[in-house]
């Protein structure tokens, strides 16, 4: 990995900050707007990359980037109650995703949290890996069939193959789902998310035209739709499956006794089929480019995967004893975070380090900043899975690795793509060899950090 794989202006040469250091950004709010449009990533101040605490003033308001991991603690841990989501995620999520856990606030995103928490308890994920390893040996076989040395889109096969486990999974018996539509409509949607986020900031109308945008909400209203049949579907068949739709119709708030409306439980169901599938499938993809252009870490995979295998077929319980495929996938979220920036609004103003967030301010965690920063890595833009190592992971701060976002509203289902995403990758590259056969993707923020264009793979039988 080079400092050319850093999204156009983000890479500085200034050099790092101190620790405790407030950074001024010069960049104007025009500035950002245009960047916001381009590439959401690029909005981030270039100082956040080698500065922990960086302020911006854009139209009118008040910006903190944090990149200090005990800032980041005390802000999402320590002053939870006191921020929330910020207004422009309902503004990019809510017509697709409407006010599932995603985007709800409050008491009404706790009841929901509690109602889906029991699905991905610690203790029953195991039970999801025979589905994770039949959907990766399903992908191996389309790929076996296409002929050695066929070139595939990765990104769209690990896009089918994870939403495949999501199916399997969570909507079990949910066989009327066209998955192929699925990913399409995810992708329709999710390819106009800068014009979202600028329209967000300026407060304009969400009717206001912009490009993608129709094609953007008849994604969103096809995806809503195959949702809310899967809720039709699923109360005309009570009890028919132990699963998340089975926790989510039998959750009911602990406070009024409320359960789950048709609207709720679609929204629930829509929020864990997109976030769920497209963050693992987008870091999956990352990953089989990095170690594309990284054979020897490629090869210790692959030994790792025939030592612990017997040379065998993948088993479920081999999963959880393949330390390097899971610092692999690890140190590919590092540098490419699924969920590359989160951001919450201040509702009550509190002193944060040299710095005050103000109430109405906005508080941003540049995560592929965090991620990249010279003062918290050496080499940042270095691609080296021994740095997930369980040996060197133990003295970092838990807040200098974060791409499942963090506090309170880490994503519930990081356990959950973790396991899967070691599973395809143990699967897959036990089965095939990968080449590159296309142009050097970058990245860019489409809510989620995709490539700007198909990561194109030979695939070849080992």
Not at 271 to 296: C, D, I, Q
Not at 357 to 367: K, Q, R, T
Not at 421 to 438: H, I, K, Q, W, Y
Request: aromatic share 6%.
């Amino acid at each position: 990995m080079t400092g050319d794989d850093m999204p156009d202006g983000l890479t500085t040469t200034a050099p790092a900050a101190e620790p405790t250091a407030l950074v001024e950004s010069r960049m104007t709010t025009l500035g950002v707007l245009a960047r916001l449009v381009r590439d959401p990533l690029t909005s981030v101040p270039p100082e956040a990359y080698a500065a922990p605490l960086v302020r911006a003033r854009f139209a009118g308001g008040q910006r903190l980037y944090l990149v200090d991991p005990p800032l980041i603690q005390d802000a999402l841990v320590r002053h939870a109650d006191d921020l929330a989501k910020t207004s422009d995620v309902g503004r990019v999520l809510g017509p697709a995703l409407g006010q599932g856990l995603l985007t709800a606030e409050g008491a009404h995103w706790r009841w929901q949290r509690r109602g889906a928490a029991p699905a991905f308890a610690p203790g029953r994920l195991g039970a999801f890996l025979p589905a994770m390893i039949a959907a990766a040996e399903a992908m191996t076989r389309r790929w076996a069939s296409l002929g050695d040395g066929a070139e595939v889109d990765v990104g769209h096969e690990t896009s089918v193959t994870t939403l495949d486990i999501i199916v399997a999974t969570m909507l079990p018996g949910g066989g009327d789902l066209d998955v192929a539509r699925i990913v399409r409509s995810v992708s329709d949607y999710l390819a106009p998310a800068g014009w979202m986020f600028a329209c967000a900031m300026l407060g304009l109308p969400g009717w206001m035209p912009h490009p993608g945008r129709r094609r953007a909400m008849a994604a969103a209203r096809s995806f809503q739709g195959a949702m809310r049949r899967e809720v039709a579907r699923r109360r005309a068949e009570p009890g028919a499956a132990d699963d998340l739709v089975a926790a989510l119709l039998g959750a009911a708030d602990p406070e009024t006794g409320r359960a789950m409306t048709d609207d709720e439980l679609a929204d629930n169901i829509a929020t864990f089929v997109m976030a769920g599938h497209e963050t693992t499938a987008v870091a999956l993809a990352w990953s089989l480019h990095l170690l594309s252009r990284h054979p020897e870490h490629e090869a210790r995979l692959v030994a790792e995967v025939e030592a612990v295998t017997g040379g065998g077929p993948v088993r479920p319980e081999h999963v959880e004893r393949l330390a390097f495929a899971r610092a692999v996938f690890e140190e590919a979220c590092r540098l490419y975070p699924p969920a590359p920036i989160i951001g919450r609004g201040v509702r009550r103003g509190f002193r944060l380090g040299p710095a005050r967030a103000e109430e109405g301010s906005v508080l941003i965690v540049p995560i592929h900043a965090l991620h990249r920063n010279r003062l918290l890595w050496d080499q940042p833009e270095r691609f080296d899975p021994e740095r997930f190592m369980p040996e060197r992971t133990r003295t970092r701060h838990r807040y200098s690795f974060m791409p499942f976002g963090a506090g309170p509203r880490v994503c519930i289902g990081a356990g959950f793509a973790t396991l899967e995403a070691v599973a395809v990758l143990a699967v897959v590259l036990r089965a095939f060899r990968l080449e590159s056969a296309g142009a050097e993707p970058h990245a860019t923020m489409h809510v989620t950090l995709r490539p700007d264009r198909p990561i194109r793979m030979r695939v070849r039988r080992r």
